[in-house]
């Protein structure tokens, strides 16, 4: 079973403050995406990467940046916290290739910024 | 500009009955169509998907309807259980998109006892 794994399930940070979520994943998938899920609006992508050092920007970037260093980590950087980035934080990763590849999901960071 | 919707934020369902979610998208890119599940405090799983040159998939007590001309997609369920109380999002895949998918905003689903 594919595995992807989120460094925390609940976080509460400040306004301001720089914050680091991790998200790991086992399956050796080439691919892996970060989205917020906010109530009535759905799941939406932040940021993804297809290849290790390699990002793109999804559909709500700003105020988010990315790192990929190894396959397996993907983290997603908040580089100032604010009040309207408190959200349920998901990450997710799947293989690339032909043919389609249905992505897996870790459980979630709900982040708290006050 | 939403490019899959899921018109029924919430839908309730007698135990043993059918469910019946629907979806629908404006993009005709789409090449994959696919419905997850999600329970509180987790994360989504996948349920089952349809590639668009298909019209029916069927997984059990899942079953996923594509009428392309109407651009519109339901998931079946059939017979509804307890523990099949969850959000299920729609989502779809752009043929040009990298492997990114586009979700729906979810249908919470209440099964009924």
């Known amino acids: 079973d594919v595995k992807v794994t989120q460094s925390s399930r609940y976080l509460v940070k400040r306004t301001g403050e720089k914050v680091f979520l991790e998200c790991v994943q086992d399956?050796?998938?080439?691919?892996m995406f970060w989205y917020r899920q906010d109530p009535g609006l759905g799941l939406r992508l932040i940021y993804f990467?297809?290849?290790?050092?390699?990002?793109e920007k999804g559909d709500i970037p700003e105020g988010y940046s990315v790192s990929r260093e190894k396959k397996e980590r993907f983290s997603l950087i908040l580089e100032s916290a604010s009040t309207n980035q408190t959200s349920m934080y998901l990450c997710?990763?799947?293989?690339?290739?032909?043919?389609?590849?249905?992505?897996?999901f870790g459980d979630g960071t709900r982040l708290s910024i006050l | 500009d939403q490019q899959v919707k899921q018109n029924s934020p919430s839908l309730s369902v007698q135990e043993g009955r059918i469910s019946i979610l629907n979806c629908d998208y404006t993009?005709?890119?789409?090449?994959?169509f696919l419905w997850y599940k999600k329970y509180p405090a987790e994360g989504p799983t996948f349920l089952i998907s349809?590639?668009?040159?298909?019209d029916k998939n069927e997984d059990g007590r899942f079953t996923v309807f594509l009428n392309k001309s109407a651009k519109h997609l339901s998931l079946h369920i059939v017979p509804s259980q307890p523990g099949d109380s969850a959000v299920y999002f729609c989502?779809?895949?752009?043929?040009?998109?990298?492997?990114?998918?586009?979700f729906g905003k979810g249908t919470r689903l209440h099964i009924l006892p």
């Open positions: 399956m050796d998938h080439e691919n």
């Open positions: 993009n005709s890119m789409f090449d994959y």
């Open positions: 990467s297809y290849d290790v050092k390699m990002k």
């Open positions: 989502a779809a895949r752009n043929v040009y998109g990298d492997d990114k998918i586009i």
């Open positions: 997710a990763s799947s293989f690339a290739g032909t043919g389609f590849q249905p992505q897996h």
């Open positions: 349809i590639s668009s040159i298909k």
